[in-house]
């Protein structure tokens, strides 16, 4: 995977300015995975947990689950069946019990469809930080599926990118080029079949939503090797 040997990744935990070791997270993943968003939910209190003792560097890639879904949005539930067939019933309720479990509501009465644009603000948001980029990923997850806001809507990712401060919103968006080459080359070089996907400092790799212990091993690994 060439993304994460790029820019001289390290393989082992280095220190930064502040004294702790640096631990940098690749993460593929679709922005209508719910998997990935208690994914990210998991690895984000794993983080707060090891804060003392290390820094984290996180850029997110893209994915495409369904990469001919439709523009235009679509009823998520009949989407889903028309994929799924009648096991969709058990699915949904499985992942209501997780949202339940870290404290909220998964709403699936809204729509659903291509990811695209999504991913382009995504693109767009790594130009300007990581943190900014970690923190889009946050509120795309939050309002897709707990707000049931459409993934493709313009008006919902730029209400999206304000809240984290993204700059240019509006006029990227408006360019239907723009980020658009950058993004299907990163879905180019992803060779993973299933997200979420993370690869901790370019050796160590995750595939799943891991619970936090899962990624505190994976640190402790990683700061030991």
């Known amino acids: 995977m060439e993304w994460f040997r790029k820019k001289n990744r390290f393989l082992g935990a280095m220190a930064t300015n502040s004294g702790k070791n640096l631990i940098r997270i690749d ?3 679709d922005t209508v995975c719910p998997w990935c968003f208690v994914g990210k939910k998991n690895l984000d209190k794993a983080i ?4 003392d003792r290390f820094d984290f560097e996180i850029r997110w890639h893209p994915f495409q689950l369904y990469p001919d879904a439709p523009k235009q949005g679509v009823n998520l539930l009949q989407f889903y069946r028309g994929r799924f067939g009648g096991g969709i019933d058990g699915m949904m309720a499985r992942m209501s019990e997780i949202f339940r479990g870290l404290g909220m509501n998964y709403d699936v009465s ?9 991913h382009r603000l995504m693109y767009l948001a790594g130009e300007q930080g990581l ?8 509120e ?3 309002g897709n599926f707990t707000q049931a806001k459409y993934i493709g809507d313009r008006e919902f990712l730029l209400e999206c990118a304000e809240k984290v401060g993204l700059e240019g919103a509006a006029e990227f968006l408006d360019d239907p080029n723009a980020g658009l080459k950058q993004v299907n ?14 690869v901790i400092n370019g050796k160590h790799k995750l595939s799943g939503a891991q619970p936090p212990e899962g990624f505190l091993r994976a640190f402790e690994v990683i700061a030991k090797s």
């Open 48 to 51: 707060a947990a090891s804060s």
């Open 110 to 118: 809204g729509l659903t469809g291509s990811t695209m644009d999504s």
């Open 185 to 198: 080359e990163d879905l180019e070089k992803t060779v993973v079949r299933g997200v979420p996907y993370y």
């Open 27 to 29: 993460i593929s993943s």
């Open 131 to 138: 943190d900014k980029q970690h923190k889009l990923a946050e």
């Open 140 to 142: 795309l997850f939050l």
